[in-house]
């Protein structure tokens, strides 16, 4: 018996060891479409409470009578018809929590709604407010992976055996389209990271979290090793395949940006209310070189997007309305395309560029502020500071 339960165990090692970090999700598979094009709408800071009973923030006084949760819900559904998304992200305070939703299933349930009923793929990370319910933030993420059409994880495959901090750390492969010979390959990397809620250190009063040297580390095994797969046979690459990061509090990096300045589109109406410590994981992204795009909510009348050391740093902007916005000022939402390239043979090849865009809930459902955030053809130079001649000569 003992050398039964000790050669499972063995077994067991040695299987976690072969499979990739991110080859073992259980999840359907996205893929890019027959236009080679692939679209992800950010949906954040939604702060749902009870529905029709919940009464709306920083609207104007002739709304405030007829608004509650259900303006954000039909926002979403608007946005869902307009842009026909392939992923839907819930990035971060899905629901309110707050000591007044007393019932965390049943408001995430109404929450999520519109991409249920839409039966399109989404997938959720929680910010700092969703576990202020009858719900932790482990028990949160249990329940949101039974959910219908969700492609959320509670953490990545192995992580009983390299533990990982937070709950709601995962990959999501989108694979070329059906008859291109990128078929198997992944195109584009999606990181969903827990960034924590508050700090529980001593020290530290009513400060946010930070992400953790474990999810770091993490992050940078998943992709080297997608890296490694995107280069091998059959039909390997000469470079790496892009990815995107979401993440609901954003990194301090966030901080440098002011608005209105040049390259930055859009608008900072608000601090940036990031964590106290830098954990690095801003640096460990410029390093390996994949990552265009880091993709936060948080601050909820804050929406620009700004380039720094070749990654994008872009807020959604708040949707939901219990939650604080700016009178006047449209709840939004924020839409990312990747569109792949045409091969001479004629067939899709990798990621050609990457586009964002906003969605408004006003009168006209406004599509404004459409940028290019990452092209192929236009690669960073690697001195683009950085010139022989600003050496003094002694």
């Not at 059906?178 to 809620?197: A, E, I, R, V």
Request: glycine share 8%; with cysteine.
């Amino acid at each position: 018996m003992e050398k039964t339960v000790a050669l499972l165990c063995v077994s067991l090692i040695c299987l976690s060891l072969s499979v990739s970090p991110v080859e073992a999700y259980g999840r359907r598979q996205l893929r890019f479409k027959s236009n080679g094009r692939f679209k992800i709408l950010q949906v954040s800071d939604m702060h749902y409470g009870f529905g029709k009973e919940t009464q709306c923030s920083n609207v104007t006084p002739e709304e405030l009578p007829y608004c509650s949760d259900l303006n954000t819900t039909s926002f979403i559904q608007r946005t869902i018809a307009s842009e026909k998304p392939d992923l839907i992200v819930f990035s971060g305070d899905n629901i309110n929590g707050m000591c007044e939703t007393g019932d965390a299933a049943k408001t995430m349930k109404m929450a999520f709604a519109p991409a249920i009923e839409a039966k399109i793929p989404w997938v959720a990370i929680l910010g700092n407010h969703d576990q202020e319910s009858d719900m932790t933030r482990e028990t949160l993420m249990k329940h949101i992976v039974k959910m219908p059409y969700t492609l959320a994880q509670v953490n990545p495959f192995g992580s009983w055996l390299y533990p990982i901090d937070g709950f709601g750390n995962y990959n999501l492969q989108i694979e070329g389209p059906f008859g291109s010979p990128l078929f198997f390959k992944s195109l584009l990397n999606l990181y969903m990271l827990d960034g924590g809620d508050y700090v529980k250190l001593d020290g530290f009063a009513f400060n946010y979290d930070w992400v953790k040297s474990s999810q770091v580390n993490w992050y940078e095994h998943a992709s080297k090793w997608l890296e490694m797969e995107y280069k091998k046979w059959p039909f390997p690459q000469n470079s790496t395949a892009p990815g995107l990061v979401y993440v609901h509090i954003p990194v301090p990096e966030f901080k440098r940006f002011s608005t209105p300045a040049y390259g930055v589109i859009g608008v900072r109406q608000e601090h940036t209310c990031s964590a106290p410590i830098n954990s690095g994981l801003f640096t460990k992204l410029v390093e390996r070189g994949e990552v265009k795009g880091v993709f936060s909510g948080h601050d909820h009348v804050n929406d620009f997007c700004a380039t720094l050391n070749g990654v994008n740093l872009c807020y959604a902007g708040g949707s939901g309305y219990h939650g604080y916005g700016k009178t006047g000022w449209a709840r939004r939402v924020r839409v990312v395309e990747a569109q792949l390239e045409k091969t001479k043979y004629g067939s899709w090849g990798a990621v050609d560029k990457i586009t964002t865009w906003k969605r408004l809930d006003d009168k006209n459902h406004s599509l404004i502020d459409t940028q290019l955030l990452w092209s192929k053809k236009t690669t960073l130079d690697k001195n683009y500071r950085f010139k022989c001649n600003m050496i003094k000569q002694h």
